[in-house]
């Protein structure tokens, strides 16, 4: 340790105890301070309180650590009511109140703007929360694992590790998906389903999914298992839809590669229909084991209903929704518009976003399989010019080629949804030099107690 002190001239060391003000936050809702003027990272302390801290981890111009005691708390400061919270990590906002939370995420945002984006003055809203923060997912992911004395165990990753932290119980997913997971954990462990050890590579079943429509109420199960062979899975199908009716299809996913994928490409129908159905502010989606369907419905009509909005829709306008998906979003704006057209790479995505198109009978949308930067020139070529165009890219942003291909074909308004502030920022900064100006940031909190935070950005073209 003395060595590692002398090699990178810090002024902490591992495994020191120090005393620090916290100043401000990372972009993962730690709290930061600084000692002897050299900033710490600390998981679960907040602004402006003093916290006795344990170094854990020492890099050239930054340490990270251990949060070992509040000396000195703030109002803020709430009791986590997980009794996992410290342990499991997928939550990292439970000891802030739910309105510092908010005020935490659009801070994060203004933050991103003006260190990533160089932007400045830009009317960023008051984040819009939840009513009630909890009892959210409509979407969860279990691994699999087995204890020291043999028992099965499901519960979830702790941050950072693959070490399972057995379920107890997590408050962000309603409570009979939390009860339905400890029925799927004893039936495992009564049918002697054989558990994946990932160091070997060897055993069968991996992870269980459950997706669960809040608008209608029913349920698939998803068993990811080590190989196409799973003897006793019709009997344990069987025995759990007769448990809980409100299940409508039982799947099995084969994924039999090393790694952190959770699902392989081979999925087969094991009870029930392929599909789940879900409604979402009067659409209905079909939902397949790999379909992208946002975790929070209630907070998804609103970030939905913000795009729509922004959109400024008469009726009479040509929408492009690049990033479409399942047409979730596109569906949304075809309600309000003459026409809109969704492009996606992944031609699953398009297969079930056309269904659910017909499924609610909307006639004035069309999909494309293919890359935007692509597509989008050659339906201008086509004649077709675009009013409105939207992205909702995943959390690495837009490709700088679909952005130019917006400000070429002189979009005039754009409508970009994000999920991650700091990639939001540097694409914003982009779009401005093409030719756009930030209108206006509506942050919505999709992801109560965790550091995330979605936005709705209204631009408009500089005439």
Not at 247 to 271: A, D, E, P
Not at 362 to 383: A, C, I, S
């Amino acid at each position: 340790m003395l060595k590692n002190k002398q090699t990178l001239n810090t002024p902490v060391n591992q495994g020191q105890l120090v005393e620090i003000p916290i100043t401000g936050y990372g972009h993962k809702g730690e709290g930061v301070g600084r000692y002897r003027d050299f900033t710490v990272f600390v998981t679960g302390a907040l602004q402006g309180e003093t916290v006795r801290v344990k170094i854990t981890e020492v890099k050239k111009n930054f340490a990270r650590g251990a949060l070992v005691a509040v000396v000195r708390p703030v109002p803020e400061r709430v009791a986590a009511p997980c009794p996992v919270y410290q342990e499991c990590g997928g939550c990292q906002l439970q000891q802030m109140n739910y309105p510092a939370q908010l005020a935490l995420k659009r801070q994060r945002v203004v933050d991103a703007l003006e260190r990533i984006g160089g932007l400045t003055g830009v009317t960023v809203h008051p984040v819009l929360g939840m009513d009630q923060p909890w009892f959210y997912r409509n979407k969860v992911q279990y691994p699999i694992g087995m204890t020291e004395d043999g028992q099965v165990k499901l519960g979830f990753y702790r941050q950072g590790t693959h070490r399972i932290v057995p379920l107890s119980g997590c408050l962000l997913q309603p409570e009979d998906m939390n009860w339905m997971a400890g029925q799927i954990q004893s039936l495992i462990q009564a049918y002697g389903v054989s558990v994946y050890n990932e160091q070997t590579g060897t055993g069968l079943l991996r992870h269980v999914l459950i997706r669960k429509g809040f608008g209608t109420g029913e349920v698939m199960v998803v068993l990811v298992t080590n190989g196409a062979v799973f003897p006793q899975v019709q009997d344990l199908a069987g025995k759990l839809a007769a448990q809980f009716p409100e299940i409508k299809s039982i799947m099995q996913n084969i994924n039999t590669t090393r790694g952190n994928v959770i699902l392989g490409r081979q999925t087969r129908l094991i009870w029930g229909k392929e599909t789940i159905i879900d409604e979402l502010d009067g659409l209905r989606f079909k939902i397949s084991p790999r379909s992208f369907f946002q975790v929070n419905p209630y907070q998804t009509s609103v970030l939905y209903g913000k795009a729509v909005a922004y959109a400024g829709l008469d009726g009479a306008e040509t929408v492009m929704d690049a990033y479409c998906g399942v047409g979730s979003l596109t569906l949304f704006l075809a309600r309000k518009a003459q026409k809109v057209y969704g492009i996606e790479v992944v031609p699953e995505a398009i297969r079930d976003a056309k269904e659910n198109a017909n499924l609610n009978q909307l006639t004035n949308t069309e999909f494309r399989v293919g890359e935007t930067e692509k597509v989008l020139p050659e339906l201008v070529k086509q004649g077709i010019r675009f009013d409105v165009g939207v992205v909702d890219p995943p959390r690495s942003g837009c490709e700088r080629s679909v952005l130019e291909s917006f400000a070429a074909n002189e979009v005039s308004r754009i409508i970009y949804v994000s999920c991650n502030p700091s990639t939001l920022a540097r694409d914003l900064k982009l779009l401005t030099e093409l030719g756009y100006w930030v209108r206006e940031i509506q942050p919505v909190d999709l992801f109560p107690q965790t550091y995330h935070v979605e936005c709705v950005t209204l631009m408009s073209r500089v005439e």
